[in-house]
């Protein structure tokens, strides 16, 4: 499963960057709006700083589908390959999606509530299809098991798309995802540092260091000793 950030505030991509094997950036319009900063030149910096290698999506806000395609013809130009543009899973989304598959530009296919969008999506061409795991929780439902239902879906059908989960709230949701073998999760800084945030663990290496210092000295390591 690949393992991407949904953030646009450099400070806290640079901060996961540093310590967790990460693929990517997601964002949508409203993060881009919580950024505070010009789409472009937000966009252009977590580019430059993430590589050509990672990925990186980026939404279209257009409401039909010719706007759509002229949105990612403009994003994909401004930030490169491996960057996919998230169509919302709509009438003219799908529209869209036709079109942009057979220009050979990459999609993620957003807003996803349900597996017959996922569906449809995949046959248009699009890489992915994000289920929203937490909203659709609200709508009460089950994100966690449309997720698993749509990864199904694609297998049975022999599609090449994968589910791109998003909108977690817990890293227990995302755990099961892993365990499950969807292509990828998008997920806030905080949920993926929530991860391996458990005492247990601190306490377990304090345990030893503490045990090492016993033996060679305070401060020492298998470097100094
Ligand atoms: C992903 O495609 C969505 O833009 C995003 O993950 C939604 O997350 P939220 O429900 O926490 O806003």
Redesign the pocket.
């Known amino acids: 499963m690949k393992l991407i950030i949904?953030d646009a505030h450099m400070d806290r991509i640079k901060r996961v960057y540093e310590f967790y094997p990460v693929d990517g950036v997601?964002t949508?319009p409203?993060?881009l709006a919580e950024s505070g900063r010009a789409p472009y030149d937000v966009l252009k910096e977590i580019r430059r700083f993430i590589g050509d290698g990672a990925q990186l999506h980026v939404?279209a806000v257009s409401r039909d589908a010719k706007g759509m395609v002229e949105e990612a013809r403009r994003i994909t130009s401004e930030l490169g390959g491996n960057t996919f543009v998230?169509v919302p899973s709509l009438p003219e989304g799908f529209k869209a999606m036709k079109k942009l598959h057979a220009e050979g530009i990459l999609i993620t296919a957003?807003a996803v509530y349900t597996p017959m969008q996922a569906f449809l999506a995949a046959k248009c061409g699009a890489s992915y299809a994000?289920p929203?795991i937490?909203?659709i929780d609200n709508m009460g439902y089950n994100g966690i098991q449309v997720a698993k239902h749509i990864h199904d879906i694609f297998r049975n059908n022999g599609l090449k798309t994968e589910v791109l989960a998003?909108?977690f709230k817990n890293s227990q949701q995302l755990l099961e995802l892993c365990e499950y073998g969807v292509g990828a999760s998008?997920v806030?800084p905080d949920v993926i540092e929530g991860l391996v945030k458990n005492t247990a663990i601190t306490a377990a290496v304090e345990d030893f260091i503490k045990d090492f210092e016993g033996l060679a000295g305070i401060g020492k390591t298998m470097a100094n000793c």
Do not use: G, L
């Open positions: 949904d997601t949508n409203t993060i939404q998230k957003t994000a929203y937490n909203r998003a909108s998008t806030a």
